[in-house]
């Protein structure tokens, strides 16, 4: 899909799904257990054109359509097999070219394989012909297919535009269609809008003229599409304003933006317009169509879409304001817009061929729309962030039982949902970031432009890239990949080193990463690690780079002095995790401390050392230690990963009777750096001061930072004032800051700015934090205002997320909330992704047996099949953080107390 919202600034990830667990490199796939059974469609019949008309009716929410398509008999057959849901077929016919039209007799409905078959009284014959039929359908509200998405005229008056998502698998409630990514055709839209109404598709507009039954209709024709798949297809009727450019190799770029907020769409433009050239540059392919049009979309489930031509947003994900949107909001914009510019060429112009294959799309999107960021705005060190966003994330889902393989073979298109989660998307672009690394730049872009021009316009394996980058680079591309991508989890590779004169002898051994403690008693794991190795003389270079192709491994380091430092993974590409010997550990630790490691290095010790701690081989104490470390730490992305780390274990403590001891170690930590930013920006600063500073007093000031509280109210009372607006960075750590130590009032006056809040940007941003209030009656009120008409559908997710992860009471009341409303939750999200969000962010703080049954039986008693896996991850998950708060409390309360003690009598 769609970029899921799944920055880690902004949000957790989607998660999903299970499969069985020793899983050889050299087996194909992993199946879905207990799946139903689940048949492609028959390939007697093929498209060649649609040609399709379509009428939606704002007022009544329907829509009235034909389609004419040029189809290809394959084998004589009296029968016609194509997807269709929530549609209703009123006529169908079968014209052989040249021949007379013989008229369907039958449509038998298969309502849960989203089948029909049209039955005809004769046989078609081998040969073209055109095929009728004439449908009506439902504008839906679930944000799939053609719905309605409502929006708010500046006059106030309420309406409604009629929009698409079809990927996965939701085009066949648009129209009757071949509903398969490989059954690709050429697309004819004509759209019958009323006049006062923008009306777009996937190609350029080539004739609009009045409607003969209604004046008050036109009749909107597009160009004929390229050869493509019917997820990509797409229409939009509305009312927008926009603005438009050309990028410099003259494609028509246009952001749509809602009326009145035109100016809104600038910073996208911009970013559009320069990253269609480098894509361009970069595959050595053009960009296919004549324009691409961005438009922000009021519903929408996903982040956005990447439709050929037409590619759809949430507003937040578009829309920038230059006085109120704030640094991270752009960022996100400008990895989103790169994201979907992407899948133009990776995954429009050259498909996956099944769904199986999705990881190849999503994952490579993820991967190069930091490269195009990078391009765009170095100074945005985007790629130090990658690591905090997408690969530690991935590897904290991965090395959990319940974590996938990146490739599992997929049946029925109710499985699909499930695997638009972070090993698709994350796992999927950071084993890409490691074979671009192992392969070099200029081999692995003629790979992509050798794979991009065989496979243009058709559909795509795995195979056949790992085929393509083999060729431009002869290395062993498939061999190593399948052990990446065809079995779930990642290695810990564990490192001894021995001095010798002036050389150092490493010895390296690799098993998997279990998040229980490593997996002594399952060797069948192995996987080829491309490693590389460092040292104190050039801490920013490999000094050696193998292939690990075995279990274990000697390496001979020449010119290693004993003061020397050597370090595994520099730049924290290769997708692993490094457990050091005690001594090696010590001499790396000075580097954090002097920053003499590069920044996304000291980002990955410490981040290593979590994650052991977590799985219970080393204790948490040692981790604490590393942390004060820190002290001196400039960079924003390394403490936005000390800071998540720090907010995990704060959760977990949030279960015992010393909460406040580690928020009293996260004020110790914090409030060095916050010293030193202060509160406003200084000359010269730029994008990565402005989240820093608003990172650290957002921490500061949940952990009841006294200076940090006294200054957000005081700024907060003139914002609200209208005596000094808060700057846009400034606003989410001062309204998590108040709302934490707030009171009804505080609660009341939010409510205020969220209905007149005229961003959608702003009211997401108070949404997320009201869930920070304290007191349990307000918690309540917070979790129905999530409900109301004031809350989007797409964004209830995120206020029940924000009490849950808010404090323990939260945790508790949102968690019944969400039992409570669980038909109707349910029902609004229809089992698409959102709801594997909604029960991640519900449960994952949860840390007893007792919760992890109850949960259990929640979901026995209530199954939701696509996000059947996230809810054994987060059981999972439970039991883990129980046996973490059994083995490590004691010590680490001892280490606080002991800490505390001795800081009062210096």
């Given amino acids: 899909l769609p970029v899921l919202l799944t920055r880690p600034v902004f949000s957790s990830p989607v998660l999903a799904f299970l499969c069985g667990r020793n899983f050889r490199a050299a087996l194909p796939p992993v199946t879905m257990p207990d799946r139903r059974p689940f048949e492609r469609l028959p390939t007697d019949v093929r498209p060649v054109n649609y040609g399709l008309c379509l009428k939606p009716d704002l007022i009544d929410f329907t829509f009235e359509g034909k389609l004419e398509a040029t189809v290809q008999v394959k084998n004589a057959t009296n029968q016609i097999v194509m997807n269709c849901a929530d549609i209703d077929i009123i006529t169908a016919s079968y014209a052989p070219e040249g021949d007379e039209e013989i008229h369907a007799t039958g449509f038998n409905?298969?309502?849960?394989?989203?089948?029909?078959?049209?039955?005809?009284?004769?046989?078609?014959?081998?040969?073209?012909?055109?095929?009728?039929?004439?449908?009506?359908?439902?504008?839906?509200?679930?944000?799939?297919?053609?719905?309605?998405?409502?929006?708010?005229?500046?006059?106030?008056?309420?309406?409604?535009?009629?929009?698409?998502?079809?990927?996965?698998?939701?085009?066949?409630?648009?129209?009757?269609?071949?509903?398969?990514?490989?059954?690709?055709?050429?697309?004819?839209?004509?759209?019958?809008?009323?006049?006062?109404?923008?009306?777009?598709?996937?190609?350029?507009?080539?004739?609009?003229?009045?409607?003969?039954?209604?004046?008050?209709?036109?009749?909107?024709?597009?160009?004929?599409?390229?050869?493509?798949?019917?997820?990509?297809?797409?229409?939009?009727?509305?009312?927008?304003?926009?603005?438009?450019?050309?990028?410099?190799?003259?494609?028509?770029?246009?952001?749509?933006?809602?009326?009145?907020?035109?100016?809104?769409?600038?910073?996208?433009?911009?970013?559009?317009?320069?990253?269609?050239?480098?894509?361009?540059?970069?595959?050595?392919?053009?960009?296919?169509?004549?324009?691409?049009?961005?438009?922000?979309?009021?519903?929408?489930?996903?982040?956005?879409?990447?439709?050929?031509?037409?590619?759809?947003?949430?507003?937040?994900?578009?829309?920038?304001?230059?006085?109120?949107?704030?640094?991270?909001?752009?960022?996100?914009?400008?990895?989103?817009?790169?994201?979907?510019?992407?899948?133009?060429?990776?995954?429009?112009?050259?498909?996956?061929?099944?769904?199986?294959?999705?990881?190849?799309?999503?994952?490579?999107?993820?991967?190069?729309?930091?490269?195009?960021?990078?391009?765009?705005?170095?100074?945005?060190?985007?790629?130090?962030?990658?690591?905090s966003a997408d690969y530690t994330r991935a590897q904290e889902l991965d090395a959990l039982e319940n974590s996938h393989p990146i490739e599992v073979s997929v049946g029925h298109p109710s499985e699909v949902d499930e695997i638009f989660d972070a090993i698709s998307y994350s796992k999927g672009a950071s084993v890409i970031r490691m074979l671009h690394d192992y392969i070099g730049d200029e081999d692995f872009r003629k790979g992509m432009n050798q794979y991009l021009t065989k496979f243009q316009e058709k559909n795509a394996a795995t195979e056949d890239l790992w085929e393509s980058l083999e060729q431009a680079s002869g290395k062993p591309i498939a061999a190593v990949m399948?052990?990446?991508?065809?079995?779930?989890?990642?290695?810990?590779?564990?490192?001894?080193?021995?001095?010798?004169?002036?050389?150092?002898?490493?010895?390296?051994?690799?098993?998997?990463?279990?998040?229980?403690?490593?997996?002594?008693?399952?060797?069948?794991?192995?996987?080829?690690?491309?490693?590389?190795?460092?040292?104190?003389?050039?801490?920013?270079?490999?000094?050696?780079?193998?292939?690990?192709?075995?279990?274990?491994?000697?390496?001979?380091?020449?010119?290693?002095?004993?003061?020397?430092?050597?370090?595994?993974?520099?730049?924290?590409?290769?997708?692993?995790?490094?457990?050091?010997?005690?001594?090696?550990?010590?001499?790396?630790?000075?580097?954090?401390?002097?920053?003499?490691?590069?920044?996304?290095?000291?980002?990955?010790?410490?981040?290593?050392?979590?994650?052991?701690?977590?799985?219970?081989?080393?204790?948490?104490?040692?981790?604490?230690?590393?942390?004060?470390?820190?002290?001196?730490?400039?960079?924003?992305?390394?403490?936005?990963?000390?800071?998540?780390?720090?907010?995990?274990?704060?959760?977990?403590?949030?279960?015992?009777?010393?909460?406040?001891?580690?928020?009293?170690?996260?004020?110790?930590?914090?409030?060095?750096?916050?010293?030193?930013?202060?509160?406003?920006?200084?000359?010269?600063?730029?994008h990565l001061d402005a989240l820093l500073r608003g990172l650290v007093l957002g921490k500061l000031g949940k952990a009841g930072h006294q200076p940090t509280l006294e200054e957000a109210r005081r700024r907060f009372k003139e914002h609200v004032e209208g005596r000094n607006a808060l700057s846009a960075d400034l606003r989410s750590p001062v309204y998590v800051t108040i709302l934490k130590y707030g009171d009804s009032s505080t609660l009341e006056t939010m409510m205020k700015l969220h209905k007149q809040a005229d961003m959608q940007e702003e009211k997401n941003r108070i949404e997320r934090v009201m869930g920070a209030i304290a007191d349990q009656e307000l918690i309540k009120k917070v979790l129905s205002f999530s409900l109301s008409e004031d809350v989007r559908p797409q964004d209830t997710v995120s206020v029940i997320g924000g009490v849950a992860g808010g404090s323990k009471l939260g945790r508790k009341c949102a968690w019944s909330f969400v039992k409570d409303n669980w038909e109707e939750l349910y029902n609004r999200y229809q089992g698409g992704f959102l709801i594997s969000r909604l029960i991640k962010l519900s449960l994952d703080g949860f840390a007893s047996d007792k919760m992890a049954t109850e949960i259990k039986a929640f979901f026995d008693a209530h199954p939701v099949p696509s996000a059947e896996r996230t809810v054994q991850q987060c059981c999972e998950n439970i039991l883990l953080n129980a046996d973490w708060l059994k083995r490590d409390a004691e010590a680490i309360h001892h280490y606080l107390l002991q800490r505390k003690a001795s800081s009062s009598t210096v």
């Fill in 109 to 387: 409905y298969q309502n849960e394989d989203e089948k029909v078959t049209l039955s005809f009284p004769s046989t078609l014959q081998k040969g073209a012909g055109m095929l009728k039929i004439d449908f009506v359908g439902e504008l839906n509200d679930k944000m799939k297919g053609f719905y309605r998405s409502k929006y708010t005229t500046a006059a106030g008056e309420m309406r409604y535009a009629a929009v698409t998502q079809f990927e996965a698998t939701d085009a066949r409630r648009a129209f009757p269609c071949w509903d398969e990514p490989a059954i690709k055709a050429t697309f004819d839209v004509i759209l019958i809008v009323p006049k006062d109404r923008v009306a777009l598709s996937n190609m350029n507009l080539i004739d609009r003229k009045p409607y003969p039954e209604d004046e008050n209709l036109v009749e909107v024709k597009f160009a004929r599409t390229p050869i493509m798949s019917t997820y990509l297809v797409a229409f939009v009727v509305g009312e927008y304003d926009f603005v438009e450019t050309r990028s410099a190799d003259g494609v028509l770029v246009r952001v749509y933006t809602p009326v009145g907020r035109a100016e809104q769409g600038k910073f996208a433009l911009e970013v559009a317009a320069k990253t269609l050239p480098f894509y361009k540059d970069y595959f050595n392919v053009p960009y296919p169509l004549p324009k691409i049009d961005l438009i922000a979309i009021a519903d929408f489930a996903a982040g956005a879409m990447e439709n050929w031509g037409l590619v759809t947003y949430r507003e937040t994900a578009l829309l920038i304001d230059p006085k109120n949107s704030c640094s991270s909001s752009r960022q996100w914009v400008a990895l989103v817009v790169g994201h979907e510019l992407a899948h133009q060429w990776f995954g429009n112009l050259v498909t996956m061929e099944w769904w199986t294959h999705l990881w190849l799309n999503e994952g490579f999107a993820s991967w190069i729309e930091y490269l195009c960021v990078d391009h765009c705005f170095p100074e945005y060190d985007i790629w130090t962030q990658f690591v």
């Fill in 482 to 686: 399948n052990t990446w991508t065809k079995q779930m989890g990642f290695p810990l590779i564990c490192v001894e080193s021995e001095q010798s004169e002036d050389s150092v002898v490493l010895k390296l051994s690799q098993k998997k990463f279990c998040a229980s403690g490593a997996d002594n008693s399952d060797d069948s794991y192995q996987w080829m690690v491309p490693i590389s190795i460092c040292t104190s003389e050039s801490p920013a270079s490999a000094t050696v780079k193998i292939l690990m192709d075995k279990p274990e491994m000697t390496v001979v380091l020449e010119g290693v002095k004993p003061h020397q430092w050597v370090k595994l993974n520099p730049g924290t590409v290769g997708f692993y995790r490094t457990q050091y010997s005690s001594e090696m550990l010590e001499s790396l630790l000075p580097g954090i401390r002097d920053l003499s490691l590069q920044p996304v290095d000291r980002l990955g010790l410490q981040n290593d050392l979590f994650s052991l701690a977590r799985a219970g081989m080393i204790n948490t104490v040692e981790v604490l230690k590393v942390m004060e470390a820190f002290v001196n730490e400039p960079n924003y992305t390394v403490w936005s990963d000390l800071s998540c780390n720090l907010g995990i274990l704060s959760t977990l403590l949030s279960h015992t009777d010393f909460h406040e001891e580690i928020q009293c170690f996260v004020r110790d930590v914090f409030a060095p750096i916050g010293q030193r930013l202060g509160w406003d920006p200084k000359p010269g600063e730029g």
